[in-house]
């Protein structure tokens, strides 16, 4: 089976644009997180989405987005982006929302320039 | 608030040594435990968990035993082979969905 896919691999943005990114949960798992691992640390909690409704928030701010679609993918939206959102972003599933076991993506590196 | 803080690295070592990462906890209530690995290039990977004190979760040589009393969940590995080269994270989760990361250890294992 194929483990959770996220797109693109790589993205380089200037400051104050926009970027969309995605991600596709393993088959069957309903539950998609998304984390900022900036280099150097360990990954940060941005949101977590299970089927299609926000079941948690970290700290970030509302340039910070996300939805889930009908078939369980979803999307990551970044507004108006600055130096700091430069950082690696991963996706983790779960098949539930409590579900202790995630499984994370390769992750999508974003770099603002 | 929830944290988790473990040891800086990097951490480099001989083949066939001995391995503890120092991973140390604070939370509210009571959280689960988990070491996770991220090898050069890839996504983190579940290693091993514990969830409740005195719990050890054991994977591929690797050992942490869950201890309230000390808030901690070291990492140990008796014999490190070159593959284990990679960075480990520590990571709690309390009720509700949110993982808690430390900042990752890097470890090399020179043959």
């Known amino acids: 089976d194929a483990g959770v896919t996220q797109s693109p691999t790589h993205l380089i943005k200037t400051r104050g644009q926009h970027v969309t990114l995605r991600c596709s949960p393993i088959?069957?798992?309903?539950?998609v997180s998304w984390y900022q691992q900036v280099l150097g640390q360990g990954p940060q909690f941005i949101f977590q989405?299970?089927?299609?409704?926000?079941?948690g928030r970290g700290n970030f701010p509302d340039r910070f987005s996300a939805r889930q679609f009908p078939n369980y993918s979803s999307e990551l939206n970044v507004n108006a982006l600055l130096l700091g959102d430069s950082a690696l972003y991963l996706c983790?599933?779960?098949?539930?929302?409590?579900?202790?076991?995630?499984?994370f993506g390769p992750g999508t590196r974003l770099l603002v320039l | 608030g929830n944290s988790v803080t473990q040891m800086e690295g990097p951490v480099t070592l001989s083949e066939e040594a001995f391995l503890t990462i120092n991973c140390t906890y604070t939370?509210?209530?009571?959280?689960?435990l988990f070491w996770y690995v991220q090898y050069p290039g890839e996504g983190l990977q579940l290693l091993l968990k514990?969830?409740?004190?005195?719990d050890k979760g054991s994977n591929k040589g690797f050992e942490a035993t869950y201890r309230k009393e000390t808030t901690s969940f070291h990492l140990e590995k008796g014999s490190v082979q070159v593959s284990d080269s990679a960075v480990y994270f520590c990571?709690?989760?309390?009720?509700?969905?949110?993982?808690?990361f430390g900042t990752g250890t890097s470890l090399t294992v020179i043959p």
């Open positions: 983790a599933s779960s098949f539930l929302a409590g579900e202790e076991t995630q499984y």
């Open positions: 088959s069957g798992h309903k539950s």
């Open positions: 989405y299970y089927e299609k409704e926000e079941r």
């Open positions: 939370a509210t209530g009571y959280p689960s």
């Open positions: 514990a969830t409740k004190a005195d």
């Open positions: 990571a709690l989760r309390e009720t509700g969905n949110q993982f808690y």
